[in-house]
């Protein structure tokens, strides 16, 4: 951003603004597959997608051709209707319903990402919103907008602005730094990741819509996909790559009058998404964006067995191009938000200064501590043991009607036995721990080998040399049951190390040819933001940077 306007006093410069510029081009085949088994006594199943529609906003546009929607065997009947929303929705329904249904959906998108400099000069409050626009405004189930906390802090944030912008930038901030991303979370509305402090990609976009509708800017729900290829930014300390899991997932639209609707996805990135996200719905909520890939059944009374679905989300990228740069600011959010360069008056967002760093004992004294209190640290929330295709949950719909709609519940992990790439988490202790163990959330596809876990020295935030290392693990001990857990890595009884309150970094080893995935969680839950690390093993700077945060768990004992 580019500050015309107001300016305030001078900020921490560990705020994690980053403005962006640059184009990213891409050309997306996409297929998804679902293979359906029938349930028991079923009188009629029906399955229904929504049409993706080209689409064109300042940052981001999207155009759409050959679409194509296959079913085997072929349903008795199908119908098309366009909703109130615009979305155009295709249904198929089987009164004799198969034993086994195969539906598969293509399509080719090309999605083109431009960032550079424009104005953004809409006054806040607004002025008058179009009558077919103030659906958007509506309050709802899991868009509590009237809620009476959700009011307060909508005001509270939007306080002397002077622009649609900087109201816009206040509350996406604000959710940035107060929302830990977890999945799957208790519940998915507006009110729970405010209350609780969490949510995934659907609790920060009911958030955000709940806050900007309060305060009079209609903002819409988003359902797409995102594909699991990275991006890297250039900035003047090295790489920051950004990487999401392939699968479902919610954003914002929010509109402004002078530029009409503009992307933003509340997880990291304001007035763009990038070239690897598909816009597929919209609707007030998820609750109503819900029809692609719905599967609808009516079974007779007294039915146990139920349908089983596996939804297959392929996307292969037939071109891409992607040349963007980034600049630190030193304003914005504590945590990453990347957004491009926005001429408009706004405010810098003041952040509370930094906690003060761990004390540094000395190494001698811990001869004379006594580690008795029981201690785990680390990422510990991740969905463990899902078969991720098979992840969605059946509710009734009414009288023995039922039905599986959309999950957002995506598999981020990254392949970290490749000999190509190293990669290190780190992990920050406030007090002197003696370790008896690190896990990893890890999942095993195949090969043959050993694993373990080395304890490197911090350097300046970067992987140092190597002090520990746990006892080894042979690959043929993991299960290779569909899903991620905790796989423990041990130190020998009388090698346990202790570690002196500061930074560390835990690394993957492996010999041999394991095929192994670590799972990671959006954002930083934990460690500071460029706590994620990585390298090609014939480079000695670790100067790339990871957006996530992997999963681990440190155990051991601590002092009183």
Known sequence: MVIVGLLLSTLPVYAENFTVQGDMDAVIRYEMRHSITAGESMTKLMLSFVIPKSFESPTYKQQITDFKITFAPEPEETTAITDARGN?????TWMRVPQTIDALVSFDARTSIGLTSFEAGAPFPPAAVPGDLKVYLADSSQVQTNDPAIRELALKLTRDVKTQFDAVQRIVTWVVDHVRYVNPPDQYDALFALQSGTGNC???SHLTAALLRHVGIPVRIVNGVTLNQPFDLAWEKGT??????????SWVEIWFPDLGWVPYDPQNMQFFVSSRFVRIEVGVDNQETKNDGLVRWIQRAG?????TLQENIGAQLISDSSKVKAR?????PKNLLLSPDVQAQFKRIEMPPPPPPPVVMDPEKKKVLCYVVPFVYGNLTFPENVDFAFPRVTRASGKNAFEMSRNFLVETA???TTNATQYAQVVEFQKPVRLDSVSLALHKFGGEGWLWVDILKDDAGKPGEPLWTTRMVNLDDLSGKPGYRWERFAFADKERPVLMPGAYWIALGFSGTPIVNWFYTYGKPVGPVYGTRYKGVFEEDWSGALSYEFNYKVVG????
């Open 88 to 92: 155009q929705t295709v249904s198929a």
């Open 202 to 204: 659907q609790n920060y």
């Open 240 to 249: 920051l790559t950004f990487k999401m899991g392939q699968g479902r997932h």
């Open 303 to 307: 039915a146990v067995r139920r349908p």
């Open 328 to 332: 630190r600011e030193n304003y914005g």
């Open 414 to 416: 990254e392949y970290v």
């Open 557 to 560: 004992k601590t002092v009183k």
